[in-house]
């Protein structure tokens, strides 16, 4: 795992956007972002039991695997968005970016790889893209049954009650941290 400031200049969402400004694991905690680097499936398998996942799928994102969906499927991931339930990947194989809005709304992108889990709380804006390689393939573990409900940012969203939360739990969070 990598983590920095997006760069903000135009170009493809898959190249890095490397600013040069790392951001740190504490930084991204004060954000709720959570990361582990799991070698073993037996040690995905514990946090699954430690934190209340009882399912999971797997996805692989590739123009292969997808056909001529994949770039409007690409285009739709990217698409600044929250979810009411934590997102929890693990990298099976292959590699991509999340990106995620740090406090004062700028992006701060994660470049993930083989191994690689993150854990982002429910109420965070963010996005997601492959990298130039095109291929990611994950785990993806839920606490009730698989779903995937992106809400695209817009104002009325401020108000729900998943982003309020998730606001309140980051701010506190950094009252603490200070």
Request: proline share 4%; glycine share 6%.
């Amino acid at each position: 795992m990598k983590a920095y400031w997006f760069d903000g200049l135009p170009g493809d969402q898959r190249e890095a956007h490397d600013s040069g400004r790392i951001v740190d694991a504490g930084t991204l905690e004060k954000l709720g972002v959570l990361y582990y680097h799991c070698p073993e499936t037996s040690a995905v398998d514990q946090l699954a039991r430690q934190r209340g996942y009882k399912n999971r799928d797997e996805i692989t994102v590739s123009p292969e695997k997808m056909g001529e969906l994949y770039e409007a499927k690409v285009k739709m991931f990217f698409d600044e968005h929250l979810h009411e339930d934590e997102e929890i990947r693990y990298i099976l194989d292959g590699s991509g970016f999340f990106d995620v809005r740090g406090e004062s709304d700028d992006w701060l992108r994660i470049s993930l790889q083989k191994d690689d889990l993150i854990i982002l709380p429910a109420g965070i804006y963010h996005r997601f893209t492959t990298d130039t390689d095109n291929y990611i393939k994950a785990m993806r573990l839920f606490k009730e049954e698989p779903k995937w409900t992106p809400l695209n940012r817009a104002p009325e969203l401020d108000a729900n009650p998943y982003r309020q939360g998730y606001l309140s739990s980051r701010d506190h969070h950094t009252v603490l941290a200070k």
